[in-house]
DNA sequence: CCTACCGATCGGTAGG
DNA sequence: CCTACCGATCGGTAGG
């Protein structure tokens, strides 16, 4: 029993309710995701969203502003999750799990996202780390200074070097989604292989952080 | 005082000295690497070889074809440096730094080879999980049965994910190389950024895996 | 938001 | 290994 149209996921449809703009940006999004922004051409998302490119060009200028807007939604989500991260990583239990969860549910909610940010840190690196310094920073900075303030209480490992500890696990959470269809070479067929790995992302993470008299 | 080229590395040079072949797959690696399979067109790789574009596809007949090429070529070169990590991974002592240092060296030695496994993995992950099922699983088998291993005598930590850890002790290598101009964000500018992030990678692995009291 | 069209470049081929 | 060329597609624009 199909229920009229509520949350319409495919492009078609979202420009077809009205929303072209973020038929667009959806359409886009999933093609420089899955094949890159070079491999991608206007004339395909327009397609996806069934309308002429000039329309698209209408909406964006040209095809690298695209690019710029597609990042631009995609960290402004980012902006919508932070505050829960941030609560997660100051207050409250088992902090590292809560605030790694919350980070990784932002990926787990559309792995789009991470084989974009990867995507994008090899092809402009520089222009991403920019972008990064500024919708990054804030939350960065609380992680390390909670690692240093642990290592001040000896209730985190004196050789955790805190700013690679960080780049490490972002690195983590970002690459296991991004790279979910290649990286279980090793994990063979397990139906449960994602559960799998983010569970010993975790661990890992808590183990190399924490000594183990304090787990 | 310039000695006379021995070891060229620029592709024109590499092409002048006779193996136009090695040549191309010199450039293309380094094009595909940086900025992608499909934003990269024959036609610059052979400007950067120095040859017209039909003598580039008269050694490799489509650009799919290249595609294969470069990477052939890219696991040759890990075929090579196999037995070392093999070595590595089976005997002496410090096996786990050893064996994780022979794997750095071979991402460290070009790190457009980790460029360009993360690109394949986003671009063709179905294709790439393939090969590396053929080429990586020896040395993958051998290390997930010495975690295994370590656990039956208590000397790997019981809850340690042997399939998933390796795959994230691998994303890690991988990663770090690939995305070394931008993952250094909490890093700031570090000159000694890119050997913290080797040192805290090895000091992960280690302490996800051995519990404390046998470091 | 469309049709019609632009010059440039794409991967690839003919022929030598 | 080259020159010359192919049809297709590229991003983008004119004009409405």
């Known amino acids: 029993m199909p229920?009229?149209?509520?949350?319409?996921?495919?492009?078609?449809?979202?420009?077809?309710?009205?929303?072209?703009?973020?038929?667009?940006?959806?359409?886009?999004?999933?093609?420089?995701?899955?094949?890159?922004?070079?491999?991608?051409?206007?004339?395909a998302i327009a397609d996806d969203v069934g309308s002429a490119k000039p329309s698209l060009l209408y909406w964006?200028?040209?095809?690298?502003?695209?690019?710029?807007?597609?990042?631009?939604?995609?960290?402004d989500r980012w902006k919508d999750v932070l505050p829960g991260v941030l609560a997660a990583a100051t207050s409250g239990?088992?902090?590292?799990?809560?605030?790694?969860?919350?980070?990784?549910?932002?990926?787990?909610?559309?792995?789009d996202r991470a084989r974009l940010l990867l995507r994008e840190s090899l092809d402009r690196p520089?222009?991403?780390r920019?972008?990064?310094?500024?919708?990054?920073?804030?939350?960065?900075?609380i992680v390390v200074d909670y690692v240093r303030r642990g290592q001040r209480y000896g209730e985190v490992r004196a050789d955790v070097d805190a700013e690679a500890w960080v780049t490490h696990v972002v690195l983590l959470m970002v690459g296991c989604?991004?790279?979910?269809?290649?990286?279980?070479?090793?994990?063979?067929?397990?139906?449960?292989?994602?559960?799998?790995?983010?569970?010993?992302?975790?661990?890992?993470a808590r183990t190399s952080l924490f000594p183990d008299a304090l787990h």
């Open 177 to 204: 989604f991004a790279t979910a269809g290649v990286a279980d070479v090793a994990l063979a067929d397990a139906p449960d292989a994602a559960e799998r790995r983010v569970a010993e992302l975790v661990r890992m």
């Open 93 to 111: 239990e088992d902090r590292l799990d809560s605030t790694l969860r919350a980070v990784i549910g932002f990926f787990e909610d559309d792995p």
């Open 3 to 43: 229920t009229p149209a509520s949350l319409p996921r495919d492009p078609a449809s979202i420009a077809a309710s009205g929303d072209v703009r973020g038929a667009i940006l959806v359409a886009a999004t999933r093609r420089f995701a899955s094949k890159g922004f070079g491999a991608t051409s206007v004339q």
């Open 130 to 141: 920019a972008r990064l310094r500024v919708q990054l920073a804030p939350w960065v900075a």
């Open 126 to 128: 520089a222009a991403l």
């Open 60 to 75: 964006f200028k040209t095809k690298p502003a695209l690019r710029e807007a597609v990042l631009d939604a995609l960290l």
